[in-house]
């Protein structure tokens, strides 16, 4: 069982910037591949980032590239979400995820794919 927890959500102006965190239990983070999903009222969740276990591979959705990055440290158990340049589109709440242990495909990128879910934190973009 892993639990998620997130932190650094908040409200910023346009072209700011904001680092999130998701801190997890459990003894065996190294073998989980991580993401960070989004979701606004009425709409699907979407993936925003994923890191692989192992090689820490990544992958981003086409409007967060370049301004996005996912990163893992595995002695702290913690995957973080480094947003700069951030747009009012952005705004939605992030949720992180985690998949595995030792998921066949090491990007997932649906959410059907994740076995445990954070409780997720707002992050608001303003104009």
């Known amino acids: 069982q892993v639990q998620l927890v997130e932190s650094g959500g908040g409200l910023v102006q346009a072209g700011g910037s904001l680092r999130l965190s998701c801190a997890a239990s459990?003894?065996?983070?190294?073998?989980?591949?991580m993401a960070w999903f989004r979701q606004v009222p009425g709409w699907e969740r979407e993936s925003v980032a994923v890191?692989?276990?192992?090689?820490?591979?990544?992958y981003y959705r086409d409007s967060v590239k370049g301004r996005f990055t996912i990163s893992r440290d595995n002695a702290k158990n913690t995957t973080y979400l480094q947003m700069n340049s951030l747009k009012p589109e952005d705004t939605a709440v992030y949720y992180c995820?985690?998949?595995?242990?030792?998921?066949?495909?090491?990007?997932?990128?649906?959410?059907?794919?994740?076995?445990?879910w954070g409780q997720g934190t707002q992050v608001t973009v303003s104009s």
């Open positions: 890191i692989s276990y192992g090689t820490s591979s990544t």
């Open positions: 459990g003894r065996t983070f190294s073998r989980y591949s």
């Open positions: 995820a985690a998949a595995g242990p030792d998921p066949y495909y090491g990007l997932p990128k649906a959410s059907y794919e994740y076995d445990y």
